[in-house]
Each structure stands twice: as C-alpha cells, then as structure tokens.
C-alpha cells in the first residue's frame, strides 16, 4: 500500500509499505481523509517525541476493511472515525482521569504508524461508529474538536468573561466557536491574516485585530484593563512571550499552540504573584473524542469552511517541505 513516511527530520518520502494486518483486538480501516495537523510539521521538523520512521497522520475517518478475530463491535464496510490516543489505563495518571499524562503515552501518527495511508490499523477500543450524515471530512475533524473539547473543561469558563485569543486558524476557528458557545463576553481574535479574522467574526468573535496592529489597536488594554482569559494557538514563542502583558487582575492564560519543545518565554514570577494568574496547558486530548463526536452530531459547529484544500498523498512532501502559508485553514488528504 502506498503511504508517506517521514524517515527523519526534513525526510519525508511516499512509499509502498507492508498492509497493516489486524490482530485480534484490532481494526484495519481504509482511510478516506485525513487532516494535517501542526503536530505533523513537528514530527517532520524534527521538534516533536516522535520515533523514526513513522507514517504520520491522526485525524482521520474512513471505512472498516478487516477486523480482528475477538472483534463484534465492527464489521467491513462500517463508517468510522478513530480517537488517536494510546493509554497503558494502569499508571497513576491513567488511573485518575488525566491519561493525556499517561507514563507510557502514544498516540496513533505521533508515537506509533498513522492514517497517512491507504490503510492503517488501531485497536478496536479507539473507533467509533460515524453517522451516515456525516462525511468522511468533518469525521476527520472530530479529534481536533476532542483537543478543543479538553481545553474548555481546563478552562471552566465563567459566563462573561472577556477573551482575547491569538491565532485564528482551524483551531483558533473551533475554539472561537466554542468560546463563544460557553459564554463568553468579549471575544478578541489576532491574526496576521484579515480573512481568517473575518471568517472569526462570522463565527463567534466579537472583535478582529491585525496582528501588526496589536499595540495600535489593543496598547490600553493592559494591566487592569486587560482581558480575563487570554489564549495562544500560535505556539510561537515570541507571539506568546507578548501576550502575557493583556491578562488582568485574576485572568487566566491558556497555552493551547505547541511551540517547539526547546523554545522558552520570559514572565516576571511577580506577576505571577501579584495578578493571582492562573497559567493552564491543554495537551491533545483526555477521553474528549465522544464528547467531540456528539458536538460534531448535534451541528454545534461549523466545520465546512475551514478545508482551505484537499490534496493526494503525493503532494504531501512538497506541503512539510515548503510549511503551511498563513492564509491557510485547514489541509486534507483524501484517499476517497
């Protein structure tokens, strides 16, 4: 079967590979799309845990093509959509709900072979059923909206509180969405691209500012005039070492972007202090895929304009190699 591999950093090649044979507890499904993920520019960067060499790919929907001997809850033909995460359910973390923490975390196209394939195969455990009325590309949006699913129970959003987000991009797209559906008041999205920040204002925001206008336009709000929540998808390190200057009084920071794992920013301890802030991470995802795939069903979110292209397989290389423009959503593959 035909599927990219990434062989090491900045390697990345399209290959015939050996068909994923299932075990017994296993599902082998025939991928139909798959959105890239950040995470995967990472893992071709060379900026993330991922072993060489590795099939990326994690957010994914496609169709059931063999299952394992123990497995009855699937059968071939079924429409499924896969939770990509790999806990051992034994270690402490596992044991008291916060298994995005496991000791032995994986996660399927980050630790071990992913859908960037025509087939790939994952324990049965991970896959869930996709409605009839649910095509194969908003199934493969269903882990990024799980991701946004475990940021807001980190965030327990109080009803009114003002936002200010940086990044609008898919993800800073879902989370406009999301915020907006919890309650918030003020909702202030950055970008350096002015459509994505008009998509945002159709889609929740109350407020749009060009990232090269941000101390024109936003300079007052700071200190105690600052923003309740402030969230970052950028994961640029400078972007975020920017933002701690709009958190008010008892505000919270929400790391949501990933920076490069060696990257640093500067914040004064005293701030810390004094401001009583309250700095949260939000890592993948924590037993949110149901929770997701239930918002997914329920029509909760607008996933139909954040596809900026679908492209083959083959083209995929040149994609990591050249980066993703700014003015991109989101990127899929399809196998259909």
Excluded at 19 to 33: A, F, L, M, S
Excluded at 186 to 206: C, F, I, R, S
Excluded at 214 to 223: D, F, I, V, W, Y
Aim: aromatic content about 8%; proline content about 6%; glycine content about 10%.
């Amino acid at each position: 079967m035909k599927a990219l591999v990434v062989e090491g950093p900045r390697r990345a090649v399209v290959k015939e590979v050996p068909y994923p044979k299932p075990d017994r507890r296993e599902v082998t499904i025939q991928v139909k799309r798959v959105g890239i993920c950040g995470t995967d520019f990472h893992i071709y960067l060379g900026e993330f845990l991922s072993p060489y060499p590795l099939i990326p790919g994690h957010e994914f929907a496609g169709v059931v093509h063999e299952v394992g001997e123990e497995v009855s809850e699937f059968k071939p033909g079924d429409r499924v959509a896969v939770d990509p995460s790999l806990f051992c359910g034994r270690c402490e973390y596992c044991l008291t709900h916060r298994g995005n923490h496991c000791e032995n975390w994986g996660a399927i196209g980050d630790t071990t072979d992913g859908a960037l394939a025509e087939y790939v195969k994952v324990p049965v455990e991970n896959v869930f059923h996709l409605p009839d009325n649910m095509s194969f590309a908003d199934g493969a949006f269903i882990e990024p909206v799980a991701c946004v699913v475990h940021a807001m129970n980190q965030l327990q959003l109080r009803p009114g509180t003002s936002v200010l987000l940086f990044g609008a991009g898919s993800m800073g797209q879902l989370l406009t969405q999301a915020l907006a559906h919890a309650g918030a008041g003020e909702l202030v999205v950055v970008d350096v691209d002015p459509v994505k920040l008009e998509l945002a204002m159709q889609h929740g925001a109350t407020g749009a500012v060009l990232s090269r206008e941000l101390e024109e336009r936003l300079g007052q709000r700071k200190g105690h005039r600052g923003f309740g929540l402030v969230v970052d998808v950028t994961g640029i390190p400078s972007v975020i070492e920017s933002e701690f200057q709009f958190l008010a009084p008892a505000a919270t920071y929400l790391q949501f972007g990933v920076a490069p794992a060696n990257a640093t920013v500067s914040i004064k301890p005293f701030d810390i202090y004094h401001k009583d802030l309250r700095l949260l991470g939000s890592m993948a995802i924590n037993r949110t895929y149901r929770a997701a795939l239930e918002w997914m069903k329920a029509g909760r979110f607008d996933v139909s304009y954040l596809v900026s292209s679908v492209i083959p397989i083959d083209d995929l290389p040149q994609l990591l190699e050249s980066g993703k423009a700014s003015n991109v959503m989101k990127v899929q593959v399809s196998f259909e």
